[in-house]
DNA sequence: GCGCTCTGCCAG
DNA sequence: CATCGCTGGCAGAGCGC
């Protein structure tokens, strides 16, 4: 990888250097023409605008020539492929059959079309131009459909192999008769060797979660996922609408129950599938069995029109199984835009009509209404007058999309969807008479909210066999009290009301709690595709790209969160390492852990290290995650948090702020893109600050510093390192080995004789485990402080020194490794032992040997001096705590006398810096938190030992919470300063 | 009885 | 090659206080 890291790097640099002398072609060549003309110039039009044209092989015109246009016709030319997906257009005259492959993903066009678009001076459909000739799909045998060159490219591809039991002709392509010699022999190298890179080992496709990009790929192609958030955006967007309205002094219809309400369930039919169809006009989506997925044979169905559903196919399936019960299935692409604009159209028509008291959201093709009142004030035959609001409806719908909807009515929002099923395709019903003989022949499965689980265990409940279907009328002999004994107190009332068609749902939105003005109450971001990690780094890495994720999305909804969950899906026991759907998660073991932060933020900084912290105290095996999700709950508004007592905090706004490394947003979210120039202002603004506290006196604002985004922050450790002002050996950035130093502070030469200290040498040696000259004495072994300080390598971002909770764990685990190395034999450690001599290795620093009795010298400390040094500033605190917690805890506990000392320490930190304060406690009960999973978990510990252990941690948190915890909130009270400790 | 964490369920 | 198994809310069990 590294010698294609540098080729990379050089065509990268190559890329940037030729956008600017094209914009100095298209500048050049504007000012030509007005001197020709005279200074009165018609500006070309950017027909190609937005284009991004690569040129592979030979063409007419040349690749020069093509070149010229379209960079004066506003579009953009790059001439080689660094990555999949950066060009959106291919043209090439001739393709040999590997190319054909390669380029299943572009739009392949043939020269022609740059010079005609030119001529007709607009974009023509590039689809006249195709390379390859549209696939005739009259028989619906086809396991092809699209129009889409991807869909071509694979009948293409499958056609060798399986045309004749598909039953489709192969493609007829003179073109491929070019072969290799002639479509290969380019008259460009740079193009050649680019290719190769496409093709060759050297840029790897974006396939699991390493790749950089995976997240952004996964998340445009996952329909799981635009489901997910075109439902926030339309609950958000619902959710102001009435803030609005009630705002504007309109009297809220009044909640009305029973008899005269009327809930209408509008929902499309077979969505994805009659929405894709309406891409291939050849397709009849009422005769044809259609189906819309990504792949062939594990790949899920998204949505299965009705021939389709005749079959046995339902949404959900796997292809292969569908295809069993339905041999002629035909295959459709996503189109995730053409969806969103129906939706679109669907949305903007119902809040035109103006006369429903509640339109509720359920899904992106879905929703509920409340239309009592309406009803009400209509005069004659309400089933009537519902019938004709339906029908007009759903005429309408059609007009606008050309998509088929249902509509299903009732007097509550369960018998209104129990009534769409029954309506559907393309029909409606509404249920209001006879409910009971309508209930009583279904599923208890129908009933909305009871799904598989419960029909399950009711199963077992009401007949002794399993399995079979039970109906409502069966449900309806178990009493309320056995139904809430079994199932619990809420689903216990909803399946006995249910049954008996009772359903008091209201699609009022409360806007009344203040908690709901956030519109959520927890958000995150879930990966349980492409997980495949062989080290920790590699995971690292992820954590930190999810963090990011998760503060884009934090950002943009201008919110914060204290609560972080990390949510792990590991291979269940059993189930094989590379499960039937590739890349899929498998049948998994989900473990959810989380942390309260003590304050909100959204720093990605911070998340990512607290969330590998956590996932060190989880004891997975990097090699066994199949599935990654991170949450934030506890949220709160940015403005709030800011008007509330904590204004110092630099907390970003609602938008306008991001890091140095843009974060990869949704494709559809039209929150405006927040923009590099307001992080460069704000970053020189924070230098500018920082430059006045210079000035004054050697005093930075830590708490501020620690609120920055990492790279602000490591900017400023620059020039705080420049000036003298930090103790450089803080920055892992620079010297990875170097806190050691405070070790020294920290353990003064006041203990026993002769003491003993941890050294970093800048000899440079090969391998550390042997390097007896430098010990002072005995046994060689590996400091555990020195393997801690060599893991902060694995961070890359600096956050990871100052603010990483992480120390503490990691160190403990290396501490309990080599305590308890003979009787552990857990994978995790042992690969962590191979990790931390691996980079020693890579630091090429020596660390000298710690011995025995030094060890034991230290834990026999009493008081930490470090609370009488001045020189160390209220963060370096941070791992000291840890060690002190963790030297303590072979004691059964701290001293009283270190603990009053902390606690006169704390007394004063507390009005200084309330934030460190807080941060200093988190590291306590992360220290404690983590000594007790190791507790735990291990068995192997000696009844004694345990015994330490267990009393010293209950000591510590009892010494935490009656009388740390209780300054702060002191302090907190008085100052009216809400926490949640 | 209350609040918290963790797990499971469900829908689109 | 494949494939794109998300996300948020609610309920319940279990535990500490
Ligand atoms: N397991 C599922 C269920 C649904 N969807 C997507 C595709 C569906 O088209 C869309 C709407 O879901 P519906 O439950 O409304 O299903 P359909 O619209 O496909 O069918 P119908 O509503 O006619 O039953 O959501 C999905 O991707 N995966
Ligand atoms: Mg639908
Ligand atoms: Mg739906």
Request: hydrophobic share 35%; aromatic share 8%; charged share 25%.
């Amino acid at each position: 990888m590294h010698q294609f890291g540098d080729y990379r790097t050089y065509f990268e640099t190559k890329h940037l250097k030729q956008q600017q002398i094209d914009d100095e072609y298209v500048n050049w060549d504007r000012d030509r023409r007005a001197d020709i003309s005279g200074g009165d110039i018609q500006p070309l039009k950017p027909i190609f605008s937005g284009c991004v044209v690569h040129v592979n092989g030979h063409t007419n015109p040349s690749i020069s020539e093509i070149h010229r246009l379209i960079i004066l016709h506003g579009g953009k030319f790059i001439s080689f492929l660094s990555s999949k997906g950066s060009a959106t257009h291919i043209i090439c005259d001739r393709l040999t059959p590997r190319k054909k492959i390669e380029f299943r993903n572009y739009k392949v066009v043939r020269a022609q079309w740059v010079v005609d678009c030119i001529k007709k001076d607009t974009l023509l459909d590039w689809t006249n131009y195709r390379l390859i000739e549209s696939v005739e799909y009259g028989q619906k045998r086809l396991d092809i459909g699209t129009a889409e060159i991807s869909n071509e490219e694979e009948a293409a591809a499958i056609s060798s192999d399986s045309d004749v039991e598909n039953g489709f002709l192969p493609l007829t392509q003179q073109k491929e008769q070019d072969g290799e010699t002639n479509g290969l022999a380019e008259d460009d190298e740079e193009v050649a060797d680019a290719m190769r890179q496409v093709s060759g080992t050297g840029e790897k496709t974006v396939l699991d979660a390493n790749h950089p990009d995976f997240l952004k790929h996964f998340f445009a192609n996952s329909r799981l996922h635009h489901l997910s958030m075109w439902k926030a955006d339309l609950r958000l967007k619902f959710f102001r609408r009435i803030l609005k309205m009630n705002k504007s002094a309109k009297p809220k219809p009044s909640k009305r129950v029973g008899e005269n309400a009327v809930i209408m369930h509008i929902d499309f039919d077979c969505f994805f599938a009659t929405a894709s169809c309406l891409n291939h006009p050849k397709l009849d989506i009422t005769r044809d069995p259609i189906v819309v997925t990504h792949g062939r044979n594990s790949s899920d169905i998204a949505s299965c029109n009705y021939v389709a559903r005749a079959f046995g196919v339902k949404n959900g399936m796997w292809v292969s199984e569908a295809r069993r019960l339905c041999p002629n299935i035909v295959r459709l692409d996503y189109d995730f835009d053409s969806y969103e604009k129906y939706s679109s159209e669907f949305y903007n028509y119902l809040v035109s009509y103006d006369i429903f008291d509640h339109i509720f959201p359920v899904s992106i093709d879905e929703v509920l209404i409340d239309a009592t009142s309406y009803f009400e004030s209509m005069e004659g035959d309400l089933a009537a007058n519902v019938a004709k609001l339906s029908a007009r409806i759903r005429e309408d719908v059609f007009k606008l999309t050309k998509c088929t909807v249902s509509i299903g009515a009732s007097h509550n929002v369960m018998l209104a969807k129990l009534s769409i099923r029954k309506a559907k395709p393309d029909g409606q019903f509404f249920l209001h008479d006879n409910v009971e003989q309508f209930l009583d022949p279904l599923s208890v499965k129908d009933l909305p909210g009871i799904g598989h689980s419960i029909t399950e265990k009711l199963a077992e409940e009401i007949k002794n066999s399993s399995t079979s279907d039970v109906k409502i009328r069966e449900l309806k002999e178990l009493t309320k009290t056995r139904l809430m004994s079994v199932f619990g107190e809420k689903t216990g009332t909803k399946l006995f009301e249910y049954a008996r068609g009772i359903d008091n749902t209201s699609l009022e939105i409360d806007t009344t709690d203040p908690e709901a003005v956030l519109g959520r109450k927890s958000i995150s971001v879930d990966v349980n595709f492409g997980i495949r990690f062989e080290t920790i780094a590699q995971l690292d890495n992820f954590l930190i790209r999810m963090s990011k994720e998760l503060y884009s999305r934090l950002i943009a909804l201008g919110i914060c969160g204290s609560s972080l969950t990390l949510k792990l899906a590991k291979r269940a026991e059993g189930a094989p390492i590379n499960p039937p759907k590739f890349l899929g998660s498998g049948r998994c073991e989900y473990i959810s852990k989380s942390s309260r932060l003590g304050i909100p933020t959204n720093d990605w900084g911070i998340i990512g290290s607290e969330l590998k912290a956590i996932y060190r105290m989880s004891n997975v095996p990097v090699k066994e995650l199949r599935g990654i999700s991170i949450s934030m709950t506890k949220l709160k508004d940015v403005d709030t948090i800011k008007s509330s007592r904590q204004m110092q905090l630099p907390f970003r706004k609602g938008r306008g702020m991001i890091t140095k490394e843009p974060t990869v947003t949704r494709e559809h979210n039209k929150t405006p893109a927040p923009t590099n120039t307001l992080t460069k202002e704000k970053k020189e603004g924070v230098t500018s600050v920082l430059h006045e506290q210079f000035g004054k006196e050697a005093n930075v604002d830590w708490e501020v510093f620690q609120a920055l985004p990492w790279d602000i922050r490591r900017e400023i450790q620059r020039e705080l390192e420049r000036r003298g002002l930090m103790v450089k050996t803080y920055s892992p950035v620079k010297a990875p080995l170097g806190t050691k130093s405070y070790m020294q502070q920290l353990i003064p030469t006041q203990i026993g004789s002769a003491p003993k200290y941890v050294r970093v040498l800048e000899t440079i040696t090969k391998s550390p485990t042997k390097s007896p000259s430098k010990s002072p004495s005995k046994r060689q072994r590996l400091s555990p402080i020195a393997k801690k300080e060599s893991i902060y390598e694995d961070t890359q971002s600096y956050d990871s020194s100052i603010l990483n909770e992480l120390p503490s764990s990691v160190k403990n685990e290396v501490i309990k490794d080599i305590e308890y190395k003979k009787k552990i034999k857990d994978y995790d450690m042992t690969s962590l032992r191979d990790r931390i001599t691996r980079k020693l290795e890579d630091s090429k620093a020596q660390v000298s040997e710690v011995s025995s009795e030094w060890l034991s010298a230290q834990s026999t400390l009493r008081k930490l001096p470090v609370f009488l040094n001045n020189k160390v500033t209220s963060l370096q605190m941070q791992p000291l705590l840890s060690e002190w917690v963790e030297m303590s805890l072979s004691q059964k506990g701290p001293h009283q006398d270190d603990i009053a000392v902390f606690a006169g320490y704390l007394t004063k930190l507390v009005s200084q810096n309330l934030n460190i304060a807080l941060l200093l406690l988190r590291s306590f009960r992360k220290a404690l938190a983590y000594h007790q999973s190791l507790l735990d978990m291990n068995s192997s510990l000696s009844e004694q030992d345990r015994g330490f252990l267990m009393e010293g941690i209950k000591d510590w948190n009892n010494n935490l919470n009656a009388i740390f915890c209780p300054i702060v909130e002191d302090y907190c009270v008085a100052n009216n300063i809400d926490i949640d400790l």
